[in-house]
T-cell receptor, first 112, second 115 residues
């Protein structure tokens, strides 16, 4: 069964620290992987999409890496800010026409 | 563009009543998705459409749920009759398949409470 797991479910970090969020997935033959952000009471916003052929993607203070062989992805957030507080979800598609499978997310709280 | 629009934003109803959730995707997008999010199960895909045609409805929990997309700019998700266990946040998302970039854009969601 294709599954996406995110551990921990919640994380608190002091402002200014660099941090890493983890995502693991079964079956390494993925098509692409995305990281989303969800603010309370809001929908999801796509942050970064990594294609199967790519190793990483960067956007501002965010860097997402992909290691298919180990079935893992990480989202690195540099110099964290209180505005980064949100739930971060990892989502995997295994084939072009497949549906996306979401992890349950990591709820991040940046302490001022 | 205004993004994906969903209505209503909140719905409170009594068990047994019919509930209709509405979605307007981003203009020009050719895929539309309906998701349900709960604390216990996370985000689950219910059904998705491509060019207004339902492609995969395997996530629809039971016959009480139905979805339609009569045209490219409108979709509905209907629950009849509703039950307390249907209480959740329902999201609509749309995307444009273009050269592998299939980022989904989510609406703000409809929070459904069935009493």
């Amino acid at each position: 069964k294709q599954e996406v797991t995110q551990i921990p479910a919640a994380l608190s970090v002091p402002e200014g620290e660099n941090l890493v969020l983890n995502c693991s997935f079964t079956d390494s033959a993925i098509y692409n992987l995305q990281w989303f952000r969800q603010d309370p009471g809001k929908g999801l916003t796509s942050l970064l999409l990594i294609q199967s052929s790519q190793r990483e993607q960067t956007s501002g203070r965010l860097n997402a890496s992909l290691d298919k062989s180990s079935g893992r992805s990480t989202l690195y957030i540099a110099a964290s800010q209180p505005g980064d507080s949100a739930t971060y979800l990892c989502a995997v598609k295994w084939n072009r026409d497949d549906k996306i499978i979401f992890g349950k997310g990591t709820r991040l709280h940046i302490l001022p | 563009d205004a993004g994906v629009i969903q209505s209503p934003r909140h719905e409170v109803t009594e068990m047994g009543q019919e509930v209709t959730l509405r979605c307007k995707p981003i203009s020009g997008h050719d895929y539309l998705f309906w998701y349900r999010q709960t604390m216990m199960r996370g985000l689950e895909l219910l059904i998705y459409f491509n060019n207004n045609v339902p492609i995969d409805d395997s996530g629809m929990p039971e016959d009480r749920f139905s979805a339609k997309m009569p045209n490219a700019s409108f979709s509905t998700l209907k629950i009849q009759p509703s039950e307390p266990r249907d209480s959740a946040v329902y999201f609509c998302a749309s995307s444009l398949w273009s050269g592998g970039e299939d980022t989904q854009y989510f609406g703000p969601g409809t929070r459904l409470t069935v009493l």
